[in-house]
């Protein structure tokens, strides 16, 4: 069975701070992916990012970047500068497998950040 | 990415009715639709994996004749919450499967039973 566990349920920084969300997962298979979504308060989900379990480079987007560590099952997110427009509920996510019915996502809990002014 | 829409974005409803919630991807044909609910300060629950032409697939703990899935066509997938209760109120969300990888969210429909 697959897990992914968001450890920090809220955050608050000030406008301008970095920002860390962490994001572990388990899973005994060995092709996956990772997502992340950001949830506005509007309640829509948007998607933010896909990893593959065979690609670890790290990626870089804007003010958004993200660490990929296959030894420590970690796949964390940060917001480097962040804006009040930040602030929404983040989830990260799992998918196994390449093909067939297994393409439901398994989410985390979700990181509920608010960047303050 | 694909464009989904769901339709009522927000519903009241009396316990004992139905409600009817639809989920059309606007400019991608989806023969896989996925149906999630979400409680408050929670995260997403998938309820239902709804497949275009075919019966939907449902996970374990949820009742597949209290949701009724239809998948229609490509573009459509209906969520019917029949004889709602209270504890049925909830935050519904469709998604569309593009592309075999990502999902694309609709923007979710609020149920509240009274």
């Known amino acids: 069975a697959q897990k992914v566990t968001q450890a920090q349920t809220e955050i608050s920084v000030v406008e301008k701070e970095d920002v860390t969300l962490d994001c572990v997962y388990e899973?005994?298979?060995?092709?996956?992916?990772l997502f992340w979504y950001k949830q506005p308060p509007s309640g829509e989900l948007v998607f933010l990012i896909r990893?593959?379990?065979?690609?670890?480079q790290n990626e870089i987007s804007g003010r958004y970047s993200w660490n990929f560590q296959k030894s420590t099952s970690s796949f964390n997110f940060t917001i480097t500068a962040s804006q009040v427009v930040d602030s929404a509920v983040y989830f990260c996510?799992?998918?196994?497998?390449?093909?067939?019915?297994?393409?439901?996502?398994?989410f985390g809990s979700g990181t509920q950040l608010t960047v303050l002014p | 990415g694909a464009v989904v829409s769901q339709h009522p974005s927000r519903v009241i409803c009396k316990s004992g009715t139905s409600v009817k919630i639809e989920c059309r991807s606007l400019?991608?044909?989806?023969?896989?639709m996925f149906w999630y609910r979400q409680f408050p300060k929670q995260s997403l629950m998938l309820m239902a994996t709804?497949?275009?032409?075919?019966?939907?697939?449902?996970e374990q703990g949820v009742e597949k004749d209290k949701f009724l899935i239809n998948h229609a066509s490509l573009t459509l997938s209906t969520l019917t919450v029949t004889s709602a209760h209270p504890e049925d109120s909830s935050f519904y969300i469709c998604?569309?499967?593009?592309?075999?990888?990502?999902?694309?969210f609709g923007p979710g429909t609020r149920l509240t039973v009274t």
């Open positions: 998604s569309v499967l593009a592309g075999g990888h990502e999902q694309y």
């Open positions: 899973t005994r298979d060995t092709t996956y992916y």
């Open positions: 990893r593959n379990s065979f690609d670890e």
């Open positions: 996510a799992l998918r196994v497998g390449a093909s067939g019915s297994a393409r439901q996502l398994t």
């Open positions: 400019d991608f044909q989806a023969t896989t």
């Open positions: 709804s497949n275009e032409g075919s019966k939907a697939t449902y």
